[in-house]
């Protein structure tokens, strides 16, 4: 069974493999996202984060403080490169957000029993089980030079796929230790074993540069796929190809 929503103005899918009605815990996950896009979201007035933003006295949530705790850990460790306030001092929680929401949301799934599910928020993956016979997932990555060409296709089961870029939303990513567009890289995919983890990471490694593929793998990565400003494919760690990466 296939569910599909808009979500932080983002297309996501969910799709349940297990042979059972999942209609009502694929509505759970949902609502766990919606619920994150409520608090979160930068473009809507009453949400926590903008009025926090907007320098009104609110009472932070767990979740608020959750989400800035496993950012500003990403921060420390990254010497700066991954940030989650601005110049000014404003929150930018959009490196944690989604794939916190999103891992959430999976785990909606598996507390309902379910064994066999995949859930894509806007291209970051988490998969568990098996899709069917046994086989393995497969997450594509899109080429960062053509949006209807796949830079690799991984097989994978129970983990997560995230990747970052500037080939949707442009030059959105800035390295924290001088605030310049980060340009090292034209694209970061992380391996982990939860979407959180994997959505940080590939956030920070497009900060890093080239230098980020080893250091994420100390954080916690199972693999880093990149592609570097020259095309050159970059990679390190357990790359589970379906099919080999293209050329650069």
């Known amino acids: 069974m296939r569910f599909r929503e808009t979500v932080m103005g983002i297309p996501m899918s969910i799709d349940i493999r297990d042979d059972r009605d999942a209609a009502p815990a694929a509505e759970r996950a949902f609502a766990v996202l919606r619920a994150a896009d409520r608090r979160f979201s930068p473009y809507l007035p009453s949400s926590e984060l903008s ?9 932070l949530s767990d979740d608020f403080r959750e989400v800035v705790a496993i950012g500003e850990a990403a921060a420390r460790a990254s010497g700066g490169a991954f940030r989650i306030r601005r ?18 949301a999976a785990r909606e799934l ?10 894509n928020a806007g291209g970051d993956v988490v998969v568990a089980g098996s899709p069917g016979d046994g086989a393995l997932w497969n997450v594509g990555i899109r080429s960062p ?14 983990g997560a796929v995230a990747t970052s870029g500037a080939y949707e939303r442009g030059s959105h990513i800035v390295d924290g230790r001088d605030d310049s567009p980060a ?5 970061a995919t992380v391996i982990a074993d939860d979407l959180t983890t994997a959505d940080v990471l590939a956030t920070a490694v497009f900060a890093l540069g080239a230098d980020g593929l080893h250091w994420a793998i100390e954080q916690g990565a199972r693999g880093v796929l990149a592609m570097d400003a020259a095309g050159r494919i970059l990679g390190v760690g357990e790359l589970p190809f379906a099919r080999p990466a293209a050329a650069g």
């Open 183 to 187: 340009g090292g890289l034209l694209s």
């Open 87 to 104: 110049p000014d001092g404003s929150w930018d929680l959009d490196g944690v957000v989604k794939g916190w929401a999103a891992a959430r």
């Open 51 to 59: 009025r926090a933003n907007a320098g009104e006295p609110v009472a």
């Open 145 to 158: 030079h053509d949006p209807a060409a796949m830079l690799a296709v991984l097989a994978l089961t129970d």
């Open 110 to 119: 598996a507390a309902d029993g379910l064994r066999d599910y995949s859930l």
